[in-house]
T-cell receptor, first 111, second 108 residues
Framework: EAQVTQNPRYLITVTGKKLTVTCSQN?????MSWYRQDPGLGLRQIYY???????DKGDVPEGYKVSRKEKRNFPLILESPSPNQTSLYFC??????????FGPGTRLTVT | RKEVEQDPGPFNVPEGATVAFNCTYS??????FFWYRQDCRKEPKLLMS???SGNEDGRFTAQLNRASQYISLLIRDSKLSDSATYLC?????????FGTGTRLQVFP
C-alpha cells in the first residue's frame, strides 16, 4: 500500500529539548516536504527536498532542520523547541503529477 | 494579501443540496490548481485537479476562471460524508500554495 508514515503521532515536550519527527514514504517519490498547520493560517511549508541530499527552505524554516540521506526518509529536527512551534505537522511526498500524499500528521505541544 | 484565499465558512447545508465554494488567487502565473479535502485532524487528500477550463468527477465539478482569477468547487446532491474542510491549492513554479480551507457541514 502506498503510504507516508510519520512518528510520533503525538508528542508533548518541554522548551529546549531536542526532538526529531520521522517521515518515510514507500512510493519512491523524489519530492518530499514538511508543513505545519495552524488555525487560521492553513498549511505552511517548512522545508522541502527535491531529491537525496537536496533540501531547501520553505516559508517558515526558522527553528527547524531537515536531512535527506535516503530517498524514502525525510526527518524533521527541532534542535531547541519553543512554545510557538506547537502545531500540527504533516510530511508529504509527490512525484511529477503534483498529487501530494500526506502522512497522518504529528501533533506537537511544546510547554 | 494571501496568495490563495478562501471563505472559511462554515457552509451548513442539508443533505441533497448543491453547494459551491470559491477560491481566489493573486498570482496570475499560477499554472495549476487543486482541491484537497481534509477531515477533522486528518491529513489532506487530493479531491481533484483543476486544469485549463476545469473538470468534473461524479458529483463534484471544479471550474477555473483565469480572467477573474478564481477557482470554484461545486458539490451536487450533498451527502453527510461530504462534511469536511476543502482546501484550494495553487501551483506556482513547483511550489504548492494552500488556502486556509472552507468548512462544509452537511446535516440530515
Amino acid at each position: 500500500e502506498a503510504q507516508v508514515t510519520q512518528n510520533p503521532r503525538y508528542l508533548i515536550t518541554v522548551t529546549g529539548k531536542k526532538l526529531t519527527v520521522t517521515c518515510s514514504q514507500n512510493m519512491n517519490h523524489e519530492y518530499m516536504s514538511w508543513y505545519r498547520q495552524d488555525p487560521g493560517l492553513g498549511l505552511r511549508q517548512i522545508y522541502y527536498s527535491m531529491n537525496v541530499e537536496v533540501t531547501d527552505k520553505g516559508d517558515v524554516p526558522e527553528g527547524y532542520k531537515v536531512s535527506r540521506k535516503e530517498k524514502r526518509n525525510f526527518p524533521l529536527i527541532l534542535e531547541s523547541p519553543s512554545p510557538n512551534q506547537t502545531s500540527l505537522y504533516f510530511c508529504a511526498s509527490f512525484a511529477s503529477s503534483y498529487e501530494q500524499y500526506f502522512g497522518p500528521g504529528t501533533r506537537l505541544t511544546v510547554t | 494579501r494571501k496568495e490563495v484565499e478562501q471563505d472559511p465558512g462554515p457552509f451548513n447545508v442539508p443533505e441533497g443540496a448543491t453547494v459551491a465554494f470559491n477560491c481566489t488567487y493573486s498570482n496570475s502565473a499560477s499554472q495549476s490548481f487543486f482541491w484537497y479535502r481534509q477531515d477533522c485532524r486528518k491529513e489532506p487528500k487530493l479531491l481533484m485537479s483543476v486544469y485549463s477550463s476545469g473538470n468534473e468527477d461524479g458529483r463534484f465539478t471544479a471550474q477555473l476562471n483565469r480572467a477573474s482569477q478564481y477557482i470554484s468547487l461545486l458539490i451536487r446532491d450533498s451527502k453527510l460524508s461530504d462534511s469536511a474542510t476543502y482546501l484550494c491549492v495553487g501551483l506556482n513554479t513547483d511550489k504548492l500554495i494552500f488556502g486556509t480551507g472552507t468548512r462544509l457541514q452537511v446535516f440530515p
